[in-house]
């Protein structure tokens, strides 16, 4: 039931920028764009979130397009400790998180 | 600030009997959800809490399976006569109310033998 299309994989030299993209060409006026990484098999870690304008906090920076129908998130410095599944949740306001199949990002 | 807390964080049941899983969430936090992520898969939504309430339960396999979170204490997962299948990890999050994100526990880890 995910809303959002990402690639399966990527690769990041450490020090550099990861660009994570998620496309969710069907995103409602209301719904937030959340992204969480899960790194090996711990719970998941909640990372930032937005609805129209751009986002940045210590972990990462979130560029939503102007019509909402795709996003990125940035990690500005990869280190090996970002090596972890991505996942990119499109979510009404008052519902719950619906996890899909992510970005696993390897970092080298 | 303890986050949430899941205990056991790995749990051993022979087929038939029954697991309990608990969840402490955040300090403030009334709202409590339950994710389960069968090996090399996703994370599956459960069900949905909040104090004394069960919100959404959806995602709740129909039969073996219950949650509760009462007034006082932890939420609990519980899954009657376990079978193999059941085998995953179970993961319990919070949040304060809607439109917030959630913190997850660290896990707990079933395994059905």
């Known amino acids: 039931d995910a809303k959002t299309t990402q690639p399966p994989s990527m690769d990041c030299a450490e020090g550099r920028a990861a660009n994570l993209p998620c496309n969710h060409s069907?995103?409602?006026?209301?719904?937030?764009v959340y992204w969480y990484r899960q790194i090996h098999s711990q719970g998941p870690q909640y990372i930032i979130h937005?609805?129209?304008n751009n986002e940045t906090n210590e972990m990462a920076s979130l560029i939503i397009t102007e019509d909402r129908k795709s996003s990125t998130l940035i990690l500005p410095h990869a280190t090996l400790r970002d090596t972890a599944v991505y996942y990119c949740i499109v979510r009404p306001q008052t519902d719950k998180l619906i996890f899909g199949t992510g970005t696993r990002l390897q970092v080298f | 600030n303890a986050g949430v807390m899941q205990n056991p964080r790995h749990l051993v049941r022979r087929r038939g009997q029954e697991a309990r899983l608990r969840c402490s969430p955040m300090?403030?936090?009334?709202?409590v959800y339950w994710y389960r992520q069968l090996p090399e898969e996703g994370l599956k939504f459960m069900v949905y809490l909040q104090k004394e309430n069960i919100i959404d339960e959806s995602g709740m396999p129909k039969e073996r399976f219950s949650a509760e979170f009462p007034k006082e204490g932890p939420s609990i997962l519980r899954i009657q006569q376990v079978v193999r299948g059941d085998s995953a990890a179970y993961f319990c999050?919070?949040?304060?109310?809607?439109?917030?994100?959630?913190?997850f526990g660290s896990g707990t880890r079933l395994t059905v033998v």
């Open positions: 999050a919070s949040s304060p109310g809607d439109n917030y994100g959630y913190t």
């Open positions: 300090k403030g936090h009334s709202h």
């Open positions: 069907t995103i409602s006026g209301n719904e937030y």
């Open positions: 937005g609805l129209k």
